[in-house]
């Protein structure tokens, strides 16, 4: 796998349609969700086994060095195989890993995209792809990009209305909150009429709202959405604190959605 990617960026010349540099960055990121979110490397350490004293020890240790410069954005994936990367860990980076990071907007998702699509069009010109696997990735990738394009722009438009008080006016903006409720939400539903939004919450035995947002963000919402976010409320009317990022719905299934394996006696 890390022979592919380096090949990949190799092959890429100045004078292409994508920049190097953008191509290096995509491909160091996709390797750093491989090697520490996805479900293909296992940590053999046993947390268990470790002492506190041990743990604090290790962790002053990797903030000196990274203080000092001295980390790798990321390890070498090792004898990670091609055939182990599916079209779903695709997905998972570009609907919700790359989504994690402040400094990412559309473009930035648009760009990561292209990179990502040219490195499958590069294996599949290399046969190291076959066409049904080729095809599943390029699924993914309609499917996915267009979402989280749409996902980065909401999540920017909810955290300047955040920051600009929420449409609250500033004489009942000191007002103590009676409730308060954080976590991922998934939105129920959506009433563009009324504009507004019911959300559900993991911890929440019942649906939260309706929670009031302008028409032009409510407009890029679409039910199923998964949001990080705090609620408060004030006056019988919930309102939003605090927002971090939001996660499009084609990377988030509900529970009896997952297909599970047939038990074997």
Not at 136 to 153: N, P, Y
Request: charged share 30%; net charge negative; glycine share 6%.
């Amino acid at each position: 796998m890390q022979e592919v990617m380096d090949q990949f960026v190799m092959s890429l010349d100045h004078q292409d349609v994508l920049k190097t540099d953008d191509a290096e960055v995509c491909m160091e990121m996709f390797a750093d969700y491989l090697l520490y979110y996805s479900d293909l490397f296992q940590d053999e350490t046993e947390m268990d086994d470790v002492s506190l004293d041990e743990w604090e020890a290790a962790l002053e240790g990797y903030i000196e060095k990274l203080f000092e410069g001295d980390m790798e954005r990321t390890a070498e994936l090792g004898g990670l195989l091609l055939s182990q990367i599916d079209a779903e860990h695709v997905r998972d980076f570009l609907g919700w890993y790359l989504l994690r990071e402040p400094a990412i907007d559309s473009l930035g998702v648009e760009s990561f995209s292209a990179v990502l699509r040219a490195w499958v069009d590069f294996m599949h010109d290399k046969a190291w792809l076959d066409n049904t696997k080729y095809e599943t990735f390029i699924d993914v990738l309609d499917d996915v990009v267009s979402e989280s394009s749409r996902a980065t722009k909401v999540a920017h438009l909810l955290l300047y209305f955040v920051r600009l008080g929420g449409g609250v006016s500033p004489r009942l903006r000191g007002k103590r909150f009676e409730e308060f409720v954080e976590g991922h939400a998934r939105i129920d539903s959506i009433d563009m009429d009324a504009k507004h939004v019911f959300m559900g919450f993991d911890n929440q035995d019942k649906l939260i709202g309706p929670v009031s947002l302008p028409l032009e963000i409510i407009s890029y919402l679409c039910e199923g959405d998964v949001l990080d976010v705090e609620l408060g409320k004030r006056g019988g009317q919930w309102m939003m604190v605090d927002i971090g990022p939001v996660y499009p719905a084609c990377v988030y299934v509900e529970a009896d959605e997952v297909q599970m394996p047939d038990k074997l006696t």
